[in-house]
C-alpha cells in the first residue's frame, strides 16, 4: 500500500510538471478556462460566468464522484486551467490527493467547504470527515455558489458585476425551488416519510424537510452493503409496511433490487418508486442536467412516491420528456 502511493504521488509530481504551461496558453480569447469536477458545480459556474469564461466539467452523467479517478486527460485539463473547482468534503476522494498538490501551484477551490461546519453532517465512516452531499438541499447549495461567485471575482476582478448579477439571478431560481420542495414535501404523510435509497446521499434532504432517510450503503459508495445490512432493511420495509424504494442514476441498482427480492419472499410488494438524481445530474442539454431541474425531480419524484401531491411536470413545467 505505501509503495503504490509513493508511486502515485511520484506520478502526479511527473504529471503536474509534464503538462504545466504558462498560463496566457491556457485562455481562449482572453476568458477564464475554469474545470470543475461534478456536474452541479459546472452548471453554477458556467451560469454565473456568462461568456467571461470557458467551464469544462469532468464527470457528467451517471459518474460516481466518491469512485472517480483522473484520467491523462483530466489532469492535462486541469493543469492547464486557470482554476479548478471541486466539492471537497472527500466527495471527490480519489482525486484529493491530486487536487491538494495542484493546488500549490495555481487556485484550486473546494467551494462545498464554505458550508459552515455547524451545518456539516458528521461522517459516521469516517471519524474526521463530513457527509459531502450539500447540493441535496437549495439552502445549504447557497452557500458553494456564493463561494464560487467569490473566487470568480478574485480571479477576475473586471468581471465582478456580471457574477454578482447573474450569482442573484441563480440564486433567486434556488429560492423558488427551495420555497417549491418545502410545500411539496409538507403534503407527503407524515408516516410514510421513509427515504430508502442506494447510497446514504440524502441526509441534508432529511434534516431539512423531516424525512427519515436510509440508504443501503454509506456516505460513499466504496463501502460494500453486506447482507446483513440488506436483511435489517429488509425486516424494516416489511414490518413498517412501506411501499416504495429508490434507485440512483450514478449506482448500481443491485442492492435495490435484492430488497425488493427479499421484501417479496415474506410476502410484501415493496416498488421502485423512481430514479433520483444522487451525485450528478441528468445529460446535458436537458432540464434535468441543470442543477434546477435536478433537485426540482428529486422533489416531485419522491413527493409523488410517497403519498404527497406535486405537479408532474415540477416546478417549471419542464420534467415530462426532459
Request: no cysteine.
Amino acid at each position: 500500500m505505501i509503495l503504490r502511493r509513493t508511486l502515485a504521488l511520484a506520478g502526479i509530481l511527473v504529471a503536474l510538471t509534464a503538462f504545466a504551461l504558462p498560463a496566457t496558453a491556457a485562455r481562449a480569447a482572453d476568458k477564464l478556462n475554469i474545470v470543475a469536477t461534478v456536474s452541479m458545480i459546472g452548471d453554477a459556474l458556467t451560469a454565473i460566468s456568462g461568456d467571461r469564461a470557458e467551464v469544462v466539467t469532468l464527470m457528467g452523467e451517471g459518474v460516481d464522484p466518491h469512485l472517480y479517478r483522473q484520467t491523462q486527460s483530466d489532469i492535462a485539463a486541469m493543469v492547464r486551467a486557470d482554476a479548478v473547482f471541486w466539492n471537497g468534503l472527500y466527495l471527490e476522494a480519489q482525486l484529493e490527493e491530486f487536487l491538494e498538490k495542484l493546488g500549490e501551484r495555481k487556485p484550486v477551490y473546494a467551494i462545498g467547504e464554505a458550508v459552515p461546519v455547524d451545518q456539516r453532517l458528521s461522517n459516521a465512516t469516517y471519524s474526521d470527515r463530513y457527509d459531502p452531499h450539500i447540493w441535496m438541499t437549495p439552502d445549504l447549495w447557497r452557500h458553494a455558489v456564493e463561494a464560487a461567485r467569490d473566487a470568480l471575482i478574485e480571479l477576475d476582478p473586471q468581471g465582478a458585476d456580471v457574477y454578482t448579477q447573474n450569482t442573484d439571478a441563480y440564486l433567486a431560481d434556488m429560492d423558488r425551488l427551495a420555497a417549491f420542495a418545502r410545500e411539496s414535501l409538507e403534503t407527503v404523510p407524515q408516516e410514510s416519510r421513509v427515504l430508502i435509497t442506494a447510497h446514504d446521499a440524502f441526509g441534508y434532504f432529511g434534516r431539512s424537510y423531516d424525512f427519515e432517510v436510509v440508504g443501503i450503503q454509506g456516505l460513499s459508495t466504496e463501502s460494500e452493503a453486506g447482507l446483513q445490512r440488506v436483511d435489517e432493511i429488509v425486516n424494516m420495509i416489511v414490518d413498517r409496511d412501506i411501499e416504495a424504494i429508490f434507485v440512483e442514476t450514478s449506482v448500481s441498482e443491485r442492492n435495490v433490487r435484492a430488497l425488493i427480492e427479499g421484501a417479496a419472499a415474506r410476502g410484501h410488494k415493496v416498488v421502485v418508486g423512481g430514479q433520483l438524481f444522487s451525485d450528478a445530474m441528468g445529460s446535458a442539454g436537458t432540464y434535468t442536467g441543470t442543477y434546477i431541474g435536478m433537485i426540482d425531480s428529486n422533489v416531485t419524484v419522491i413527493t409523488n412516491a410517497l403519498g404527497g401531491k406535486a405537479p408532474a411536470a415540477g416546478l417549471n413545467g419542464k420534467l415530462v420528456g426532459s
